[in-house]
């Protein structure tokens, strides 16, 4: 019971041996979903460390299945999909899923994916001089992978949380896109800018005041990105304070 679980969820029986057959083979425990309705029953009846997730599928297709696993859940999902137009993909993106996967796909780079998905979850720690990160209204507690909001509690998936943990730990300095990618990602994402474009969006959503105009998360044009040290909160009371 130890072992990693995956939920494979594929209505085309020779993908579902396929995946089987490996991901066994790798020591993960593995169970299978042929919908979306069965893939939610599996998710809310036993822990789920991974999702490797069909888009095609009756039913519930893979991205409403995705939609709805997010109003609860954080636990990474890997979009495998036969359409491989940059616009399903952002769309996946976007709506929480945490990688995209075209068919046909060979199995190492499956592996490996699943691999940098479950890193994100918790595997891999980035160390910090100090346990935590304040700018203005926004606060990150390393120690317990806590990110606050103007005190509220931000829920963040592992893979937007190890992006804003880069962002932090080097506060105030640009970070490239190449760099981004590839020390949250992995080597083999460093042309993937669509994945960073997509994050650094749902991150704004999420941390930002104005997501359109933020004031955390700042952009250098053609360059990448990099976290403000310090944002002035924009409360009317703290403002007048420091006219005083």
């Not at 005041?209 to 998360?217: A, V």
Request: glycine residues 6%; charged residues 30%; contains cysteine.
């Amino acid at each position: 019971m130890n072992k990693i679980h995956i939920l494979v969820v594929d209505d085309d029986e020779a993908i579902v041996r396929f995946l089987c057959a490996n991901l066994r083979a790798r020591d993960y425990r593995v169970t299978i979903a042929t919908n979306g309705e069965e893939a939610l029953e599996a998710v809310q009846r036993d822990f789920v460390d991974l999702i490797v997730l069909d888009i095609m599928m009756p039913k519930l297709d893979g991205v409403q299945v995705c939609q709805r696993i997010r109003e609860w859940s954080q636990v990474p999902v890997l979009i495998l999909s036969a359409r491989g137009d940059e616009k399903d993909k952002v769309r996946c993106l976007e709506i929480g899923a945490d990688d995209y996967l075209t068919k046909p796909f060979g199995v190492e780079e499956l592996l490996a994916r699943i691999k940098t998905a479950l890193r994100h979850a918790g595997v891999s720690r980035v160390t910090s001089s100090l346990p935590v990160f304040t700018s203005g209204e926004l606060e990150i507690n390393f120690d317990m992978r806590r990110v606050n909001v103007q005190g509220k509690d931000v829920r963040l998936t592992p893979t937007e949380y190890l992006l804003l943990q880069q962002l932090a730990v080097n506060a105030g300095k640009v970070m490239t896109h190449s760099m981004l990618l590839q020390k949250v990602w992995g080597e083999q994402y460093y042309s993937e800018k669509e994945y960073l474009r997509v994050f650094v969006g749902r991150l704004r959503r999420k941390i930002e005041r104005d997501p359109e105009n933020p004031r955390h998360i700042l952009t250098v044009p053609g360059v990448g990105y990099y976290l403000g040290q310090s944002c002035r909160n924009e409360d009317p009371t703290h403002s007048i304070g420091n006219r005083l």
